[in-house]
């Protein structure tokens, strides 16, 4: 089994920065792709933004330029720092993890349990 932790989300004014960070445990022989999706209410799940194990990103318009993705393959931790923030970037953030648990072996998806950011004055 596979969790993914995340922290950093909360209450911030439009223009305002945060910085979310996703932690995977359990049993991990590689992790190929890490990234965040959000949900805002009465909305649809989005991609905000993944990383390959490689580096490799793919940003979601709405973020390109204000948002960075980084990520400690180390740790098997991703962090999203999150710049000139909006109020359309209210939602639910969920970290998102696809992960191969043994040589060989299928890649499975893992979600995180969300954190919630908000952006308001």
């Known amino acids: 089994q596979v969790h993914l932790v995340e922290s950093g989300g909360g209450l911030v004014q439009p223009g305002g920065s945060l910085r979310l960070s996703c932690a995977a445990s359990g049993t991990i022989f590689s992790i190929n792709v890490m990234g965040w999706y959000r949900q805002a209410p009465g909305k649809e799940r989005e991609l905000v933004v993944g990383i390959t194990s490689g580096g490799s990103t793919n940003y979601a318009d709405s973020v390109k330029g204000r948002f960075t993705i980084s990520r400690d393959n180390a740790k098997n931790t991703v962090y999203l720092q999150m710049n000139s923030l909006k109020p359309e970037d209210t939602a639910v953030y969920y970290c998102?993890?696809?992960?191969?648990?043994?040589?060989?072996?299928?890649?499975?998806?893992?979600w995180g349990q969300g954190t919630q950011v908000t952006v308001s004055s």
């Open positions: 998102n993890a696809v992960v191969n648990t043994a040589v060989g072996g299928p890649n499975l998806r893992y």
